[in-house]
């Protein structure tokens, strides 16, 4: 793996957008059943016998201004018969330049704009001594991934039309490989599960996701102990980049690391009950 040295801004929003896209590919090509994809040049769709927006959709767009339209409408027939809602995510490298607007036209929501942010490697700190009462463990095997699995279910609200085990196996296929391409962190307050990390080495950056704390133990620090696992990690393998995209209540806990916004990324949603 090249890892990328020195990037400019430039590079830095690509390997942020790229870096998401990469995230949510390695979930639906994990050979879990009942996902099916599409992969080319012009997109990767997405889509799971489950009805929720964020287990079904589209990325990765670069349509030609003249066909864009008619892959808007093509992408909604197909959820539009299986009656599932689906999500379009777009950023800095979706073409053609206006496809944002005619999701809009097309009957498209804009769900979320989140901010893409990135860190420089160089400025981290040796590692700082942990609250006695907190330990952070890699996870390694399968039942400590069950156990990470409920936390981030409990730390995300999962809602309960996802069945228990549809994460776990997705997760086990991307942090329980023997290529060192990713790695989770699961944090333990006083000898109970809090929080979770995750890390996933792409493109010659690091991406951090899945950082979540339940709720009763949040305002601790948790957060960006179990955060500073993931960096420390990337470091230790000689990365120099790392990406994330953040929702709102993440925002303070990144910028006091020291990540700075460099894009924003978007993700669309239509609904059949909404477009009827």
């Known amino acids: 793996m090249n890892i990328l040295r020195n990037p400019n801004p430039l ?66 027939l197909y959820f539009k018969k299986k009656n599932h809602p689906f999500s379009w995510f777009t950023g800095p490298l979706t073409k053609p330049n206006d496809f944002r607007d005619l999701l809009i036209k097309n009957g498209f929501t804009l769900l979320l704009e989140y901010p893409g942010m990135a860190y420089n490697l ?70 109970k599960p809090v929080a979770t990390s995750g890390v996933l080495y792409r493109g010659g950056v690091a991406g951090i996701y899945n950082i979540a704390t339940i709720k009763e133990e949040r305002g601790k620090g948790i957060g960006t102990t179990i955060t500073l696992a993931a960096l420390y990690e990337a470091k230790k393998l000689g990365y120099e980049l790392v990406v994330l995209h953040s929702l709102e209540k993440g925002l303070n806990l990144y910028k006091r690391i020291g990540f700075k916004e460099y894009c924003k990324l978007q993700r669309f949603v239509w609904d059949p009950n909404s477009n009827e």
């Open 11 to 76: 590079e830095i929003k690509y390997a942020i957008e790229y870096h998401l896209y990469e995230f949510w590919k390695s979930w639906f090509t994990s050979g879990i059943k009942n996902i099916e994809y599409e992969e080319g040049e012009e997109f990767f769709k997405f889509s799971t016998n489950i009805p929720l927006f964020w287990l079904n959709g589209v990325l990765d767009t670069k349509f030609s201004s003249n066909a864009a339209e008619e892959r808007i409408q093509e992408n909604i």
């Open 122 to 191: 160089k400025n981290l700190v040796e590692k700082q001594e942990l609250d006695p009462n907190l330990e952070i463990i890699k996870v390694e095997n399968d039942e400590t991934l069950k156990v990470w699995n409920e936390v981030i279910i409990s730390g995300y609200q999962i809602p309960e039309e996802l069945p228990s085990d549809f994460l776990k196996n997705i997760y086990s296929k991307i942090f329980l490989n023997e290529d060192s391409s990713a790695s989770a962190f699961l944090a333990y307050y006083n000898g």
